[in-house]
């Protein structure tokens, strides 16, 4: 019997042992890298600044990537790993802001900014994740509405201006016969008198 409970012992040694291994293992190896997307749609209009807001978490050193897709073809934005460097793209430069937790901001959009947005998260022992958002850019309604308005009183200017013209032309117009008649009307009578007058002397 004693050397059973000897064996019982070992036994509930090595597998302590063996816990204790398998602990200090998962504690070192990498949990992975998740991403989470708040707000997938958003819907900006013209020369607004939009944030892209994402979180990711990971127990390494992450390398994040944002790519736009549209119909105009796919564009790389921005590359950075956290506490390192940033890489921003030449057509984006001045337009992005990066922040610490893989969110970026961009800044007076345009139609051409609207399409898919992707983040790539990479942690350095290879691990990734990915998201993506949706943007929507519309132009600015007033604008148009500002135009028709500044056009609306522009010809309602004209028309007031031609109103006016024909007023004053139709007034000269009736002023004019007016004189005419009075003329007529003098010189009708003049004739009428001198013919009055040369039949008496006959």
């Given at each position: ?31 992975g ?10 819907n ?32 790389k ?22 922040f ?59 028309s ?43």
């Amino acid at each position: 019997m004693r050397p059973l409970q000897g064996c019982r012992g070992r036994g509930v040694v090595v597998g302590t042992v063996t816990l204790c291994l398998a602990a200090g293992w998962a504690l070192q190896t990498p949990g992975g890298v998740s991403l989470v997307v708040p707000q997938p749609n958003i819907n900006a209009t013209v020369a607004q600044n939009i944030l892209l807001s994402v979180e990711y978490s990971c127990r390494g050193v992450a390398t994040i990537e944002w790519k736009h897709v549209s119909s105009w073809g796919t564009t790389k934005i921005v590359e950075w790993k956290s506490g390192n460097y940033v890489n921003i793209s030449t057509v984006y430069k001045g337009r992005v802001t990066t922040f610490e937790n893989g969110s970026i901001q961009l800044l007076n959009v345009g139609m051409r900014d609207a399409g898919y947005y992707f983040i790539t998260v990479t942690e350095e022992y290879g691990t990734n994740t990915y998201g993506t958002i949706i943007v929507n850019v519309y132009e600015i309604i007033y604008e148009d509405l500002h135009f028709v308005a500044v056009l609306f009183a522009f010809l309602a200017a004209v028309s007031a201006i031609l109103i006016c013209f024909m007023w004053l032309c139709n007034k000269s117009l009736h002023l004019f016969q007016k004189k005419t008649t009075h003329k007529l009307t003098g010189i009708s009578l003049r004739m009428q008198s001198r013919y009055r007058v040369f039949k008496a002397e006959f």
